[in-house]
């Protein structure tokens, strides 16, 4: 049975997440809906990557198996049948037994921070007018780099087998606009990268100094971080593969 990989990217601020629940309105029930409707029999969906409720993402992936072969210009017809917040933007013939969860790489997200109010960035960025250490913001987030154990920055009831996890990049960025913080890494738990940003941004502000970060990482208890930073500011920016262990 054919397996494809669908690229998709999405504006998260209508959704309440990635994956697909019960009596609510995700980015994979409105995919399933509108493979439903084009190839007229229901189609199941696998994510690489479950983003929360609010979150956006410039690439992600799903794949599924189907009973023949598809057309690239499938893509037009989704995307002429889903809503203008979500564009599917390539199909991807894979082997049967590709995974697009479980053969990435890594993942990159990054964090938008805007220091002046703007209407234009209320659902894309945080508007943070807040007196902020750029040293220190740079500081702790070269701290992370390497394998740690992140369990302070995961969300209760996150079910995984570990919390470490490998930080490949972790870095501020300046723009004009504000900030940015990238963040590259094997695998991310639940609610981690806004559970980093937020601690960082604590310690920046002087709520605590760098052996403090240091202390809520070794503490391995998630009452110790800070995950009120938003979900709007928060993009998926991409998800690596080797493409020639995947492509069919």
């Known amino acids: 049975m054919p397996r494809y990989f669908l690229e998709v990217r999405y504006l998260g601020s209508r959704y ?32 690489s990557s479950r983003t929360d409720a609010g979150v956006h993402a ?12 598809l057309r690239s210009d499938i893509l037009y017809n989704l995307n002429a049948i889903l809503p203008a917040d979500i564009t ?44 902020i250490n750029p040293d220190t913001l740079q500081a702790v987030a070269q701290h992370l780099m390497g394998t740690h154990d992140f369990t302070s920055f995961s969300k209760r009831n996150t079910q995984v087998r570990t919390f470490v996890c490998t930080i490949l990049q972790s870095e501020w960025e300046q723009t ?30 002087g709520r605590m100094d ?17 995950f009120t930073t938003p979900a709007h500011g928060l993009f998926l920016e991409s998800v690596a593969y080797n493409w020639e262990e995947i492509l069919r």
């Open 88 to 131: 599917v933007r390539n199909l991807i013939p894979v082997k049967p037994d590709a995974h697009c969860r479980f053969q990435a790489l890594h993942r990159s997200y990054s964090y938008h921070l805007h220091t002046q109010k703007d209407p234009l960035r209320t659902d894309r960025s945080w508007y943070y007018p807040y007196a």
């Open 16 to 47: 309440n997440g990635f994956q697909i629940q019960d009596n609510a309105i995700t980015i994979q029930s409105e995919i399933e809906k509108a493979l439903h409707l084009r190839l007229r029999k229901p189609v199941s969906l696998t994510g």
């Open 210 to 226: 760098i052996n403090g970060f240091k202390e809520v990482i070794d503490a391995r208890d998630c009452t110790r971080a800070d």
């Open 58 to 69: 410039l690439q992600n992936y799903f794949h599924f198996d189907v009973e023949q072969e």
């Open 176 to 205: 004009t606009e504000g900030l940015i913080y990238r963040v590259r890494a094997n695998r991310f738990l639940r609610g981690m990268v806004r559970g980093l940003v937020g601690t960082m941004l604590q310690t920046a502000r």
